[in-house]
């Protein structure tokens, strides 16, 4: 099993930048797909980035496609979205989650660990 705690939301302005660090216990961290979703008032939860095993693929939802960047440091057991150019519409709640297997998938019933989850408010 592995646990994941997330940190870095906050309030920023439409543009700004922020980090989301997501830190995994485990010494098996290197074993899991890692996976950044949100979920904004009344709406889904929904895919935002993930990243394979060794870091060396990801993939990224349309909407943030060229603005995010996932990554992640099997030594540290951590994996990182950074935010760029954020707008109103990132508002939400962002949670980590990790995989057992090699596939980079997308859907939220495909990742079985959860973090609590941080806000991100973005003003306009």
């Known amino acids: 099993q592995v646990q994941v705690v997330e940190s870095g939301g906050g309030l920023v302005q439409a543009g700004d930048s922020l980090r989301l660090s997501c830190a995994a216990s485990g010494r098996i961290f290197g074993t899991y797909v890692m996976g950044w979703f949100r979920q904004a008032p009344g709406k889904e939860r929904e895919f935002v980035a993930a990243?394979?095993?060794?870091?060396?693929?990801?993939s990224y939802a349309d909407s943030v496609k060229g603005r995010f960047t996932i990554s992640r440091d099997n030594v540290q057991n951590t994996v990182y979205l950074y935010m760029n150019s954020l707008k109103p519409e990132d508002t939400a709640v962002y949670y980590c989650?990790?995989?057992?297997?090699?596939?980079?998938?997308?859907?939220?019933?495909?990742?079985?660990?959860w973090g609590q989850g941080t806000q991100v408010i973005v003003s306009s």
């Open positions: 990243i394979n095993r060794s870091g060396s693929s990801t």
């Open positions: 989650a990790a995989r057992s297997g090699v596939e980079v998938l997308s859907g939220p019933r495909d990742y079985n660990y």
